[in-house]
């Protein structure tokens, strides 16, 4: 059973950091590119980040492009997304997921609340 676990969401200040982990299950992690989405309250799932399977390709939104990092632990099954420079517009349930034979997959995510 393929199983995608986020934790690392919270309460953050404008301006602060968190970091996300995805924990991951039920298939060869290391075959896989991963990414992470995102969705805020009353809009629609929007892309965040991209990293291939082998780590040395990775891609942002424009909206996040220079503050994320997406980064991955192929020991640990495990894809991490470290945020800075965070904004009130970052408010979000934020998702990991990854496609596998040919259907997308994807975790029941974590909520990160950016407010003063």
């Known amino acids: 059973e393929v199983r995608l676990v986020e934790s690392g969401g919270g309460l953050v200040q404008p301006g602060g950091s968190l970091r996300l982990s995805c924990a991951a299950s039920?298939?060869?992690?290391?075959?896989?590119?991963m990414s992470w989405f995102r969705q805020a309250p009353g809009k629609g799932r929007m892309w965040v980040a991209d990293i291939s399977s082998d780590g040395r390709t990775t891609d942002y939104g424009d909206s996040v492009k220079g503050r994320f990092s997406i980064s991955r632990e192929d020991t640990e099954n495990t894809v991490h997304l470290q945020m800075n420079s965070l904004k009130s517009e970052d408010t979000a349930l934020y998702y990991c997921?990854?496609?596998?034979?040919?259907?997308?997959?994807w975790g029941l995510g974590t909520q990160v609340t950016v407010s003063s």
């Open positions: 997921s990854t496609v596998l034979w040919s259907s997308r997959y």
């Open positions: 039920g298939f060869t992690f290391s075959r896989y590119g």
